[in-house]
């Protein structure tokens, strides 16, 4: 059954009452490009991504994103130019930050983004200023030449493959680069000292470029009254008119890969204060198929004998071994107290992901004090080190790997940015830190874990934002997690935790009462663990995503409209019959409110000469099976 009002619909697409955002299309000569919610989006030359987004940041002491109010917005444009006038305001506990913006492009190519800003009260914050960001596939690897701020001029390639672990550029004043023989592009910056990060480092699928450096006072102190004046300058030219594909952006043909991947191990997690699982709890978590439960023991609070026992008994009732995280205190002696694990509990664990308050990665004493103190549990659980935090970490610094049987780290789509689409682009990230992982620590199992939609709670920076997403429930949510899946295997992720069991971070209501969607995308890869993935080769992955599923003659379908707006897709390369499951709007009751009910049906397609052309709303993912 359909949702009954535009809200609910809106909800179970993306977790809002709101509907998405309406980005407005614009042109500057021959550069396409989008405005939303006071960014420029999109800004692309026949086809050709240049920028993703320009956009202005105001950032708490603690790291938290300030929301904007826009303000009197007004918009002119023609075919070929417009000028965007808007007010924004920034206020949070004692943030207050105010400013105007014009935005304008000539139909030369040329597109400029102005802010004159100013403080209405004294507030610390760690940034205030323009952040643009640069997208993957044009920009890896690409040579370019950095004017820097005292003038010279410096040429060398951005990263590739491999994540660099700092900033590749710093002190900048402009970029230029050229996009094959005849394209070329240039940002300015004014008003401030830029630098670049590779975001790949938190998962985000682009180049940042932001102000002010991380070498500056942070936080720094902002008087009321203080004005901001900064400019960013895109200038875009090319020797080579090519007609734009108007139908593209609404088809796509596409093949499925003929190079396979090993389908990781899939977990889930229990909150270390979870009580008993319910029958009807235990039996959705048997029917997604996961591989194990992870729960987290933290010694530095009281109750972690409970919660290991809680743990054990949980396991047991879904018959999963366990992936613990451990959280040991500060001082290292107490290690071989708290590491004294009961062998009831010892004997349902798989592996262990070994931390400690103080480390920002596991060092060699946490595991040799671990080693020294828990031989029960090293009988049948390997050794992980790593961090509980971002890539990043691991990056930039190296746990006791050669000790351990894997390195681990966690992943969520929203440490920087937080819109729907940013979710969806922020998936190439992932690729791209498990083949960082790969090349840092040779021979090692790369344990992803957790996975969550949004930032978790963090003890040690209570104030950061965190907790739940409307969109965990949505359809958005499971289309994000297909994606999310295909990317760990094609990383060659050894094993990935995704969510909660249970609750507004899970897979399900708690109690069991209603399912996410998720839950259907991962029981869907789960009935082919141990098997191989090949993904989908589309002409945007951006918009349409999917893979194979193989195992032991079988073969599995799954492919996903990305996006708010309906896509046809026509896949080439098929079985002549197949059955088709889709989960969409339409589907949405019934598959969150009777699982059982909805896995079962399907209806039967017919590939004609091997390719079938789907037709899928927004958000939806289609199931195919191959019939024999």
């Known amino acids: ?33 989008s405005y939303c919610n006071g960014e420029v989006r999109n800004c692309a030359l026949h086809g050709r991504e240049i920028v993703r987004r320009i956009y202005v940041a105001v950032r708490d002491k603690y790291w938290n994103t300030t929301r904007p109010e826009i303000l009197g917005l007004s ?11 808007f007010g924004c305001r920034h206020k949070r506990d004692k943030i207050d930050f ?26 610390e914050t ?25 003038g010279t001029h410096v040429t060398g390639r951005l990263p590739g493959a491999l994540i660099s672990p700092h900033q590749p550029l710093k002190d900048l004043r402009a970029l230029r680069a050229d996009f094959g023989a005849r394209t070329a592009a240039e940002l300015r910056f004014e008003g401030d000292t830029f630098e670049m990060e590779d975001q790949r480092n938190w998962t985000d699928a682009s180049f940042k470029v932001y102000c002010p450096p991380l070498t500056s006072n942070i936080p720094f102190r902002v008087k009321k009254g203080d004005l901001y004046r900064q400019r960013i300058v895109l200038r875009v030219s090319s020797k080579v008119a090519t007609p734009v594909n108007l139908r593209a952006a609404a088809e796509n043909t596409a093949r499925f890969s003929q190079r396979s991947y090993a389908i990781p191990e899939i977990g889930t997690s229990l909150r270390e204060t ?20 992870r729960t987290n023991i933290r010694f530095d609070t009281a109750g972690a004998s409970r919660a290991l026992t809680m743990a054990a008994r949980n396991a047991r009732a879904v018959n999963l071994p366990l992936e613990l995280a451990l959280y040991f205190r500060k001082d290292a002696r107490s290690i071989g107290e708290d590491a004294r694990i009961p062998a009831a509990v010892a004997a349902r664990v798989t592996r262990v992901l070994l931390f400690r308050l103080g480390e920002k990665v596991t060092t060699r004493e946490t595991v040799a004090k671990f080693r020294a103190a828990a031989r029960k549990i090293l009988r049948t659980a390997g050794i992980v080190a790593g961090t509980d935090g971002y890539f990043v970490e691991i990056n930039r610094n190296k746990p006791a790997w050669r000790e351990a049987l894997g390195i681990c780290y966690s992943v969520n789509p929203q440490v ?9 682009d922020n998936l190439e990230g992932q690729h791209d830190a498990l083949l960082t992982a790969h090349h840092r620590y040779p021979g090692k199992a790369i344990i992803v874990s957790p996975v969550t939609l949004r930032p978790r709670g963090n003890p040690s920076a209570p104030r950061k934002d965190h907790g739940p997403d409307g969109r965990q429930k949505s359809l958005l949510g499971g289309v994000w997690t297909l994606g999310s899946i295909i990317r760990s295997a094609m990383g060659g992720a050894s094993s990935v935790t995704y969510f909660e069991a249970a609750g507004d971070c899970g897979i399900m209501e708690r109690g069991g009462r209603r399912v996410f969607p998720l839950f259907h995308v991962i029981a869907d890869v789960n009935e082919f663990a141990g098997g191989r993935l090949r993904p989908l080769e589309s002409q945007d992955r951006r918009r349409v995503d999917g893979c194979v599923l193989e195992k032991a003659g079988r073969r599995r379908y799954l492919v996903a409209n990305t996006t708010p707006d309906p896509r046809t897709v026509v896949l080439r390369r098929l079985p002549g019959n197949l059955r088709m499951r889709r989960l969409d709007a339409g589907s949405f009751d019934l598959a969150c409110a009777q699982p059982h009910a909805f896995r079962k049906g399907g209806r039967k397609v017919t590939a004609s000469g091997g390719a079938c052309e789907l037709r899928l709303p927004a958000y939806a993912v289609a199931t195919l099976d191959a019939m024999e």
Do not use: Y
């Open 274 to 293: 979870s009580g008993p699982l319910s029958a009807q709890e235990t039996s959705l978590i048997g029917a997604c198929g996961f591989s194990h439960l």
């Open 416 to 424: 920087h940015t937080f819109d729907d689409a940013v979710i969806i």
């Open 126 to 150: 760690n940034r205030i200023g323009f952040c643009v960001l640069l997208p993957l596939k044009e920009w890896k690897n690409i040579r370019c030449k950095a004017e820097l701020t005292d």
């Open 98 to 123: 105010v400013w105007r913006a014009t935005i304008e492009g000539d139909d030369n190519g040329t597109v400029s983004f102005v802010l004159h800003g100013k403080a209405l009260s004294t507030f």
């Open 1 to 33: 059954m359909t949702p009954s009002t535009p809200a609910l619909r809106n909800i179970a697409l993306h977790g809002s009452p709101l509907p998405p955002d309406q980005p407005k299309a614009l042109a500057a000569g021959e550069l396409t490009l």
């Open 75 to 85: 918009i002119r444009r023609t075919p070929a130019s417009f000028r965007i006038e």
